[in-house]
């Protein structure tokens, strides 16, 4: 037996409260078909019995509060929207009830960027995290002790997990439905919501948006100059000799700054200039290759495949307008 709080944040999607609320439930249900007790009992835990949700549109009753003396074994923080700070400050108290509870044994599950909730508190410090990957900046900015995973679906260490960006959250639930009941009742939860249980990777649904949140100008121009040319072929040391820096100490600030190489930098926005006309292009997949200045096409694939999780053919299966 497990006892599960969800978490009741100010800020919170609603979605992802009732969501995880409804999967757990079912995991139940399986059991007791299969003449089997229920493993899961499941509060809404919060710091004020009715918490109100889209500017008041939608309200959640919690069934404990964190004042109450209870024994849990999984708090699972839900989807935060809106500015993270604020979100943060607002839930300080079940922040606080949170780290307590994780030091006296309880395991931590974060859905996409309740991430940030996570790290508010001190104790991913160090460890590895995955997020939403549109919000990777943004979380490597304000956590820097914490590492991202950009591409990962679901993280596991030292009883803390966290998941990818959005509706991935659902595997981290099968996830943890596999490690506490099997893989049999994982793959009938994942059969009767309709889930793709193998998703491992948020790859292919990664947009690359640069990380500009730094004060290095030079870095900066750098990049403006490489997304703006991206159908032209831009070596470092044109780039070197355009910013008057020195090469070994342009790559050092640029890798800082942007937490990519230069080479990769230029690789990812190339991939990201592919993908655009891979999805409402009608020009073959070699012409686009070519017009982003690369000759060797299987080198680009290479690459592609990389940051894209896809064969450019395979992008444009799945994505083309």
């Not at 939608?58 to 024994?71: G, L, Q």
């Not at 960027?113 to 460890?127: E, R």
Request: aromatic share 12%; hydrophobic share 35%; charged share 25%.
């Amino acid at each position: 037996m497990k006892h599960i709080s969800i978490l009741v944040l100010e800020g919170a999607t609603l979605t992802s409260i009732d969501g995880t609320h409804q999967l757990l439930s079912r995991a139940n249900d399986f059991l007791n078909y299969y003449g089997q007790n229920a493993y899961y009992t499941i509060d809404l835990v919060g710091k004020k019995s009715l918490t109100s949700f889209n500017g008041g549109l939608y309200s959640v009753k919690a069934t404990k509060d964190i004042n109450e003396k209870f024994k849990t074994d999984l708090i699972i923080i839900p989807i935060i929207c809106g500015d993270f700070e604020t979100v943060i400050k607002t839930n300080a108290p079940i922040a606080e009830w949170m780290k307590e509870q994780y030091y006296k044994g309880a395991e931590i599950a974060s859905l996409c960027v309740g991430s940030f909730f996570l790290a508010s508190t001190g104790i991913i410090d160090g460890k590895e995290c995955a997020t939403h990957w549109a919000s990777k900046n943004d979380f490597q900015v304000m956590f820097p002790a914490v590492k991202v995973l950009e591409d990962t679906i679901i993280t596991d260490n030292a009883g803390i997990y966290t998941s990818g960006g959005t509706y991935s959250y659902l595997n981290l639930l099968l996830y943890l439905i596999e490690k506490h009941l099997g893989r049999e009742i994982s793959i009938l939860a994942s059969k009767m919501f309709e889930i793709d249980i193998e998703r491992k990777s948020q790859t292919q649904f990664t947009i690359f948006l640069g990380q500009k949140k730094h004060s290095d100008t030079e870095v900066l121009k750098a990049q403006e100059f490489i997304e703006n040319n991206s159908d032209k072929k831009i070596t470092v040391d044109e780039l070197c000799k355009k910013f008057s820096v020195q090469r070994r100490t342009f790559e050092r600030r640029f890798k800082k700054s942007t937490g990519n190489s230069v080479s990769e930098y230029i690789q990812r926005v190339k991939v990201e200039a592919v993908k655009k006309q891979l999805e409402t292009g009608r020009k073959t997949i070699n012409e686009i290759i070519y017009d982003v200045g690369y000759n060797d096409r299987n080198a680009f694939r290479d690459v592609f495949r990389k940051y894209a999780g896809l064969s450019p053919f395979e992008y444009r299966k799945k994505f083309a307008v």
